[in-house]
């Protein structure tokens, strides 16, 4: 198939699949990463993000990262990353419980900052034309106490939303394919998301690499994210999702 009518085939499937989304939210993601080899097995990168929400109307957060990949192995590598993340967190009520019709606390929409780190280990097969990974993350998010954002009804008072530190284990399976005398290579991925206290989160993704040359990559992607609690602290809902990429590798 030629390269650009593959791609005007997936676009058109991967924006017209928002109008069957019923009642789930729909968003874009664009990210922007960069990667430098420092040694035969070692390696630098930074990315930068950026996601919108509510049908893209709404921007949901922004974020900044730094990581290092050692390669221990031809199949197998180990990572460690660092990420400041913007958060635009959704306005919340909660409602008195003798009287479902009066308020007893209201946070307005505010942005946060948050801290997150993280250590990865990713073990990899080659099948032919087809590859096969598996990684498992560990992750840990602090989000700093943010003075007087909440209002108590009852006291007649604004509260602090307080600090609270979140670890989550995501395990992510991924398999690729090389078309053979082609710069666009399919992808689909699953990642499941443990947090503490049972939560959980799922995210579904498939889309396509396009290698311009070996330093410029594009990505695009479709994902569907389901979340199993409606309290979820990052303020995910189940989504459909469009992301847009580039990486750079110098």
């Known amino acids: 198939m030629h390269t650009k009518h593959f791609l005007s085939t ?3 499937t991967l924006f017209a699949l928002p109008t069957m989304a019923g009642g789930d939210d729909f968003g ?3 990210s922007l990463e960069a990667s430098k080899r420092l040694a035969p097995a070692w390696s630098l990168g930074a990315e930068a993000e950026l996601r919108t929400r509510n ?3 709404t921007l949901d957060r922004w974020s900044l990262g730094l990581s290092v990949t050692f390669k221990a192995t031809p199949w197998l590598k180990a990572s460690a990353g660092y990420t400041l993340l913007d958060n635009h967190n959704p306005e919340k009520i909660s409602w008195q419980d003798d009287e479902p019709n009066v308020p007893n606390k209201w946070t307005p929409s505010y942005w946060g900052l948050r801290h997150r780190c993280n250590v990865s280990l990713t073990g990899s097969v080659d099948l032919g034309r087809f ?6 993350r560990w992750q840990y998010t602090y989000r700093p106490l943010e003075k007087e954002k909440k ?3 009852d006291n007649d008072e604004w509260d602090d939303v307080k600090s609270k530190g979140k670890h989550a284990l995501r395990s992510r ?3 690729d394919y090389n078309i053979p005398k082609c710069k666009v290579d399919p992808f689909a991925n699953v990642e499941m998301f443990n947090y503490q206290g049972g939560e959980r989160k799922m995210r579904y993704q498939a889309g396509v690499e396009w290698k311009l040359s070996k330093q410029h990559v594009f990505q695009l992607a479709y994902r569907y994210q389901t979340v199993n609690n409606d309290d979820d602290d990052d303020g995910d809902t189940n989504s459909h999702l ?3 990429g580039y990486k750079f590798k110098f």
Do not use: F, H, M, P
């Open 10 to 12: 997936l676009l058109a």
């Open 28 to 30: 874009l993601w664009y």
């Open 55 to 57: 049908n893209t109307k």
């Open 131 to 136: 590859g096969l990974s598996l990684r498992e």
């Open 151 to 153: 209002y108590d009804v």
């Open 173 to 175: 399976l991924q398999v």
């Open 242 to 244: 469009i992301g847009l």
